[in-house]
Nanobody, 122 residues
């Protein structure tokens, strides 16, 4: 059974940093693209960042220069978030998919985690 488990969320002041982790299990994700999405209250889920197995990345314009996505292994991914803003407050979801590894990192994704809450305070 495939599982993606996020961790590292929490409460942080504006301007601070957090690192989110995603650990996948149930299969080897060496041929999968992986991504981070987020959903704020009352808003639709949106793409944050994605990374292919070869290491190429893509970011939403709103996080470029502040967030960094990287993979420590085929099944472990991180999102380093610096200079956090109030508008970064959301539930952050980890995802994995075959299609994004060869095409757009926007999706579609096959597997999703349960999410981790990030709250940025003033």
């Amino acid at each position: 059974q495939v599982q993606l488990v996020e961790s590292g969320g929490g409460l942080v002041q504006a301007g601070g940093s957090l690192r989110l982790s995603c650990v996948a299990s149930g299969r080897i994700f060496s041929s999968y693209g992986m991504g981070w999405f987020r959903q704020a209250p009352g808003k639709e889920r949106e793409f944050v960042a994605g990374i292919r197995s070869g290491g190429s990345t893509d970011y939403a314009d709103s996080v470029k220069g502040r967030f960094t996505i990287f993979r420590a292994s085929a099944n472990t991914m991180y999102l380093q978030m610096n200079s956090l803003k109030l508008e970064d407050t959301a539930v952050y979801y980890c995802s994995a998919g075959l299609a994004p590894n060869g095409d757009s990192l926007l999706g579609p994704y096959d597997y999703w985690g349960q999410g981790t809450q990030v709250t940025v305070s003033s």
